[in-house]
């Protein structure tokens, strides 16, 4: 037996349920949220604005950045040519030529290591592939050039960089290096919590716009 079908009248109902008080408060109500986060902002309870470069977002330690090489306990670079991240990098944008070392422990050194910056595509495979926890990445994302030719990094600019204790260390296979060790000290950052969507900032020092001179790289060559 079928039901016989109840028809609601929209306009009826809402003429029975209007009233003054609903009409004003009704809009109030939604926007509750939006006034509480105005209130918030206008009284400094929160600060969700990131005053960029002097705060900074707090990236992840296993962040895809620069790359880094690191040393042994002498400062050399702990690389041994061994060619596993050059055949490992999918943008074939390592290049290395080898030399025999002095101390006969360590079959080879890299005489020569570049990165091109510009073709990495920053997918970390050369730290995977790599048996001698040689190289590593950093979180440092500002990678500015004013030629092509600083885009390609030797083996100084990728192992000593004055700006990489402010950005931190990135994606390695450790978080604490075994056997390598760094040419710098990085800071420990002080993070703070904020509202909305960005969770986290940190408050670092202002980094100078040029941290390598590469005539004076040439200079040295």
Partial sequence: MKKT?????????????????????GPLVGMKLTLTRMVENMTGKV????????????????YRGAHILTAREDGSPRCVACYMCATACPADCIYIEPGEHPDPLIEKYPTRFEIDMLRC???GFCVDACPEEAII?????????FGRGETIWGIDRLMKRPELPEFGLG????????????????????QKRLAGRVTMKEDVEMI??????????SEKR
């Fill in 5 to 25: 079908p109840k028809v609601v009248n929209v306009a009826d109902r809402a003429r029975e349920e209007a009233s003054v008080a609903k009409e004003i408060l």
């Fill in 47 to 62: 600060d969700p604005t990131i005053r960029y470069p002097e705060e900074r977002r707090a990236y992840s330690d296993r």
């Fill in 121 to 123: 595509v920053f997918c």
């Fill in 137 to 145: 990445m950093s979180r440092e994302t500002e990678i500015c050039a």
């Fill in 171 to 190: 994606y390695r296979p450790n978080k604490e290096l075994v056997d390598s060790r760094l040419a710098f000290v990085p800071k420990e950052k002080v």
């Fill in 208 to 217: 100078p716009h040029v941290t390598f001179d590469p005539l004076k790289e």
